[in-house]
């Protein structure tokens, strides 16, 4: 028999029939809510659901995840109930071109939700990572630390977006960094959040998600007749800063992230002048 999910009192279970209670209501996004013990994947098994034609609004969290994957193919995993671990299912009918404002739309949800209720200061960096800092921080404190991340992937007329975030973790439970990292992973417990009950954290993300899903898709996917695009930038730590962005074919591109164009891509003023990123892993440079 295996341990009990209650032995470890400061990390309890998510209780799925109080979560489906509060999060399926009539004319509300979400259909679904299940939560699981343990899975390899929440966005492997929401994907099949898909492909097995269910309907918009699936909610998948796993307590554990053993084969977690974030963006770029790097790893996702956390001790067992220490984080948010959730998968969902949209079928967006807009333009194929707008579909990268998805995840960009997941990290504002994150950070809009995290900043209410665990009550630290967070912002988004480009595309969708949550980093997170004290909410007063002191003197000689570090600045942010990357708390959760965004994987978006595209099935034939769905879209399956997961979310990792992390809630309790110890120091000593956190991977090390990626080399060159500028954001070490962190916790929302290591940044003294006000609130790591993961129930309204769940809670918060999901109807800020379905909130921002909702306006984006009334506009036809429109970021900035729905008002996502000025959330974007005015949550985006990226904007203003020294980036160096490492292009998937190796190419690094170098300069000021100056902005979001209407595509979600980053724009990048460089000494050659400016440039589109649509997809790249960034570096801020100190």
């Given at each position: 028999?295996?341990?009990s999910?209650?032995a ?9 029939r ?21 899975t ?19 909610v ?7 084969a ?42 994150l ?5 209410r ?22 003197p ?9 991340g ?11 977006l ?76 990226t904007?203003g ?32 002048g ?13």
């Amino acid at each position: 028999m295996g341990a009990s999910p209650y032995a470890d009192l400061s990390r309890p279970p998510l209780r799925e029939r109080d979560l489906r209670r509060a999060l399926v209501v009539p004319g509300g996004l979400w259909t679904d809510v299940r939560v699981v013990a343990e899975t390899a994947s929440t966005n492997t098994d929401v994907a099949a659901a898909a492909r097995d034609g269910a309907p918009e609004g699936l909610v998948l969290v796993a307590e554990s995840q053993t084969a977690g994957r974030g963006r770029l193919g790097r790893g996702w995993s956390a001790p067992p109930r220490a984080g948010i671990t959730v998968s969902v299912l949209l079928r967006p009918d807009v333009a194929p071109r707008r579909l990268g404002w998805l995840p960009l739309l997941a990290g504002v949800s994150l950070v809009e939700a995290v900043g209410r209720i665990a009550v630290v200061d967070a912002a988004v960096k480009w595309p969708n990572d949550l980093v997170v800092r004290p909410p007063r921080p002191g003197p000689g404190e570090a600045g942010y630390g990357k708390c959760a991340g965004v994987l978006a992937e595209g099935l034939t007329g769905a879209v399956v977006l997961g979310i990792g975030l992390n809630v309790s973790q110890r120091a000593d439970e956190l991977p090390a960094p990626p080399a060159g990292a500028t954001f070490p992973p962190t916790s929302l417990a290591l940044v003294d959040a006000a609130g790591t009950d993961r129930d309204p954290l769940l809670r918060a993300l999901l109807r800020q998600l379905a909130d921002w899903y909702g306006r984006w898709r009334a506009t036809g996917g429109d970021a900035d007749a729905c008002g996502l695009r000025t959330a974007y930038r005015d949550n985006c730590v990226t904007l203003g800063s020294d980036v160096a962005v490492s292009l998937p074919d190796g190419e690094v591109v170098r300069g000021v992230g100056s902005d979001v164009d209407p595509d979600g891509r980053l724009l990048v003023t460089t000494p050659d002048g400016p440039r589109a990123v649509a997809a790249g892993d960034v570096n801020h440079v100190r």
